[in-house]
């Protein structure tokens, strides 16, 4: 928690800009700006249009990396309410503090005879079996995180995620960490299908990994989620209609001109900049710190993204 | 993540209302909602007037409960500056997120002959000796989780806070968890003194952990702190002075008029109700949960705070 006077001396550091701070081929990269500011171009690559949502609303942009294979029939079937626009016009319906933001149609539980009628969907499906875990599988890349964790036996990054996985069950899955993006289900478990999303924006919620299918990850625009206005309601909830905050469209950026998308892209988590970042987490060597923690959980190492560079 | 068809079938449950949800002399407790209704008043225990603050401004009142046991030189200088009025008129500098909200003087670091003055001290010290972990001490109570901790050889409950300790060095210190409030300082250990403080609103950021003194947490109003919009300067300090969120006024609890307090109760950690907390959040039993996660972090248990009943 720098105070603003000490703010100034380490901007430098942050930006990676400090000429000090710049490793060099000496000095291995200590630091999580090190590590970004020495990564090579080949480090990163660029998001999938194809898996990319895009969703406006009067606040701004938000990026979700979609995650098909860990839930290639929810990704498949967002893909298509996306398509046919199912979106376009709903709303934030709940926001519960230090848990999830959550969207979806006002009036999908609308009954017979009553004014207003659910959203109706034209070619993709309400609900879907579950995509809690997939199998282990050789093609599934997994960089393993040596640190243990108590909700799985094993967690790391799977691309662009932090994941899961166990060797008894030979299942894997995605972990419910800041941004994660899952799909709003009843008590029965295959009663989503990708027509309520939720965004994690507090303390990550393990408990809830194995028991919802996740489908990807809030990678621009965090911060105009976990800044909406709290839900009074039960659950967190908006209690009354206006208080709902609408969505203006859902987009797949391979959908919108290229001026329209917005470029990005993320360290390559089976980088050797990757393991060097992870380490730099571990072991904070910035001179703030003065007790290296020694430990990393899945959650609280940052998977870089950046604007693709102009001209790229 | 309950779509709102499901919701109401569920509100019975959340608030400890629906007849069968209430635990009976024959039925354990095994759900949080179960727990809480079968607690007893003496489970639960008021809130210290003298060690409560309280925070005003435009968006309501946040209460900070201190913890003197664990940081007894910074809280009783945080008395001292609310006691001289210190942080009224001061501001929220500084949101970052996923991270924190932290307030303090824009002009601490005005310098002589700058139109700006920092805010005056009378009495209290500007900084302290750091206080990132005190002695293990048999007075100090300590409800250990079982739940294996990577940050910490030890993890548990002390008091209404939580919190980790180690045999080895003979030391104890308060868990940075959501609702944690600490004390900013510069890269100097001894720098803070309560001046400037914050409290987390993202992700446990764990390898804070004995790096920085913690003096308390939040007990009622972080939505009001972690709805906050943002800061777009480094860190996510707000850039122009008028997007800084003005405190109209801190105060002790005990100062302030018996009609003007805000009374609360928190559920005791070495409570027996407590313990079957923790097992109705190592493993839910609500009837959405699949897979029950066999596991509970320190930061994911809730420490229940309610407003202390009218008339006790």
Not at 124 to 153: I, M, N
Not at 226 to 253: D, H, M, T, W
Request: net charge neutral; glycine share 8%.
């Amino acid at each position: 928690m720098p105070r603003i006077r000490f703010l100034f001396a380490i901007i430098g550091a942050v930006c990676g800009g400090a000429a000090g701070m710049v490793a060099s081929a000496a000095t291995a990269p200590l630091t999580m700006a090190e590590v970004l500011a020495a990564a090579k171009p080949d480090d990163w690559h660029a998001l999938d249009p194809e898996n990319t949502l895009i969703l406006e609303f009067a606040r701004g942009r938000v990026v979700i990396e979609l995650a098909p294979a860990f839930a290639p029939r929810h990704v498949a079937n967002i893909k298509a309410l996306v398509r046919e626009k199912y979106f376009d016009g709903l709303a934030f319906l709940r926001v519960q503090d230090n848990y999830v933001a959550q969207w979806g149609d006002p009036n999908a539980d609308a009954r017979a005879g009553e004014a207003a009628v659910p959203r109706p969907i034209r070619h993709a499906a309400r609900t879907l079996k579950a995509e809690f875990t997939v199998p282990l599988r050789a093609d599934l890349p997994f960089v393993p995180l040596p640190d243990r964790d108590g909700y799985a036996p094993q967690t790391g990054f799977s691309g662009d995620f932090p994941a899961a996985r166990d060797p008894k069950s030979r299942t894997a899955w995605l972990t419910h960490c800041y941004g994660t993006v899952g799909v709003g289900r009843d008590e029965d478990a295959d009663s989503g299908g990708g027509t309520e999303l939720y965004a994690v924006i507090g303390a990550s919620p393990r408990w809830l990994d194995r028991n919802i299918t996740v489908v990807g990850r809030v990678v621009q625009g965090m911060e105009l989620l976990s800044s909406l206005p709290r839900g009074n309601g039960p659950l967190g909830f908006y209690e009354k209609a206006e208080q709902r905050v609408p969505i203006e469209r859902i987009r797949l950026a391979a959908d919108l001109p290229p001026e329209q998308r917005i470029p990005l892209e993320v360290l390559r988590t089976d980088s050797a900049a990757f393991a060097a970042l992870i380490e730099a987490r571990r072991n904070r060597r910035e001179a703030w710190y003065k007790v290296p923690a020694g430990y990393i959980d899945v959650c609280s190492v940052p998977i870089p993204v950046r604007p693709v560079a102009t001209g790229k």
